[in-house]
């Protein structure tokens, strides 16, 4: 059980092109989200919590009107990199915790996107 | 938010014990202290958690110190398979449940 899942796995596009990353909950619902951003060879880092229903809350540094998040249901989170750049290229994780649960986050398998 | 503090790296012996330090001196009496691993290109496997006492499952142990000020994620026959970036996290319980990733452990085994 706890299965989290992201489409694409991985993803090119062209500089100044918008890029749409799903994170979905396979097998449970999900009242709380998380997307990460993670460079070679260093840790994860927070980008945003996303609430079903309601607006995600963004760390410091981390333009929401770049990254867009939207979370409509409690088994799909969306995550969209407007007017990407090369240096938005990354790999982009998300996680999920269940509703009512004890708040362990489970992991998708992440996706590699590079702007060209 | 509470931070972790762990070696950058560790090595090894396949079929030998492994024992992963993590401080986290200013961790609150409600956090809870987790362990996720990630392989490469992939997203954080959930490992363990605990909150005060010792806790076991089929993967690892987790040993908490008294003053809950540091903790040790015990993996007791390495394999080839558990090299991985190892993570000790403090779970925010202050209301929004976020992880803080620190730099983690890069663990190397040795055949």
């Known amino acids: 059980g706890a299965v989290v899942s992201q489409h694409p796995s991985w993803v090119i596009c062209k500089s100044g092109t918008s890029v749409k990353i799903e994170c979905r909950s396979l097998d449970f619902q999900a009242t709380t989200m998380f997307w990460y951003r993670q460079f070679p060879k260093q840790s994860l880092m927070l980008m945003a919590t996303s609430n079903e229903g309601s607006k995600a809350t963004y760390e410091q540094g981390v333009e929401k009107d770049k990254f867009l998040i939207n979370h409509a249901s409690l088994t799909l989170s969306t995550l969209t990199v407007t007017s990407a750049h090369p240096e938005d290229s990354s790999f982009y994780i998300c996680?999920?915790?269940?509703?009512?649960?004890?708040?362990?986050?489970?992991f998708g398998p992440g996706t590699r996107l590079t702007v060209t | 938010d509470a931070k972790t503090t762990q070696p950058n790296s560790m090595e090894s012996n396949e079929e030998e014990p492994v024992h992963l330090p993590c401080n986290h001196s200013t961790i609150s009496g409600t956090d809870y202290i987790h362990w996720y691993r990630q392989l490469p290109s992939q997203g954080p496997e959930y490992v363990i958690h605990g909150l005060t006492s010792n806790v076991n499952n089929r993967m690892a142990s987790l040993a908490i110190a008294e003053d809950r000020k540091s903790s040790t994620l015990i993996l007791h026959r390495a394999t080839l398979r558990d090299a991985a970036v190892y993570y000790c996290i403090l779970r925010d319980t202050s209301g929004t449940y976020k992880y803080i990733f620190g730099t983690g452990t890069r663990l190397k085994v040795l055949a």
């Open positions: 996680s999920a915790t269940l509703a009512g649960g004890a708040y362990e986050q489970y």
